[in-house]
């Protein structure tokens, strides 16, 4: 069903810099629509991090930022953090069949 | 601060009705500017939209499941809900229910924090 594809796993150690990748399709992505970004952790709301392709919601570290560039998306975590090891999904607008509101295929963040 | 809770029953038996209700406290459900989401995740596996309503009942929903799906809105509760219709066990996942702008504000933000369905004889 996802319609945005992202990398499984990415993984880190402490203090260091990963990035996230969120690729589309000219439906969506490249069609000009904007990428959101959240953080899922089990058992609790899911949180928003990134909105508009690289704003940040208040309450959000400035360690987390966003990017957007064609058809892809990024979501970049500097000094990496063990609270950070969750999922990490994308989500944008898209106008085909799939459906208004497509989500990326989810990111596992391991801090090791 | 605006808050959402997904409320309903956590077992469901297959061919039957899923139905779910998500409360919204700290602020009006009866606002032009929003529509409210229902999202779920399968076990293992990622996000899926559901469906959309609007406090006017204005609804769109995901063409995979629009069959099946009904969203409604009750404003003097506050409430919005879902009925998933002859449900099998690939529709057992955690239910959530969210707030998004309309476009190009088309964020979620905030989510309730979800509810396991299982369906299961």
């Known amino acids: 069903q996802s319609v945005l594809t992202q990398p499984p796993s990415v993984s880190g150690a402490p203090g260091q810099r990963i990035t996230i990748s969120c690729t589309g399709s000219s439906s969506n992505i490249g069609a000009g629509y904007d990428v959101h970004w959240y953080q899922v952790v089990p058992g609790t709301a899911p949180k928003l991090l990134i909105y508009g392709n690289n704003k940040r919601p208040s309450g959000v570290p400035d360690r987390f930022s966003g990017s957007k560039s064609g058809t892809s998306a990024s979501l970049a975590i500097t000094g990496l953090q063990s609270e950070d090891e969750t999922d990490y999904y994308c989500q944008s607008y898209d106008t085909s069949l799939s459906g208004f509101y497509v989500f990326g295929t989810g990111t596992k963040v391991t801090v090791l | 601060q605006l808050q959402l809770q997904e409320s309903g029953p956590g077992l469901v038996t297959p061919s039957e009705t899923l139905s779910l209700t998500c409360t919204v406290s700290?602020?009006?459900?009866?606002?032009?500017?929003?529509?409210w989401v229902w999202i779920r995740q399968p076990p293992g596996k990622g996000l899926e939209w559901i469906g959309s309503v609007d406090y006017s009942g204005s609804t769109y929903y995901n063409p995979s499941l629009k069959s099946r799906v009904t969203t409604s809105v009750d404003t003097s509760k506050n409430q919005f809900s879902l009925e998933l219709r002859s449900v099998t066990s690939e529709d057992t996942a955690v239910y959530y229910c969210?707030?998004?702008?309309?476009?190009?504000?088309?964020?979620?933000?905030?989510w309730g924090q979800g509810t396991l369905v299982s369906v299961s004889p």
């Open positions: 969210a707030r998004i702008g309309r476009y190009p504000h088309n964020w979620l933000d905030p």
């Open positions: 700290g602020g009006s459900l009866s606002t032009s500017s929003y529509f």
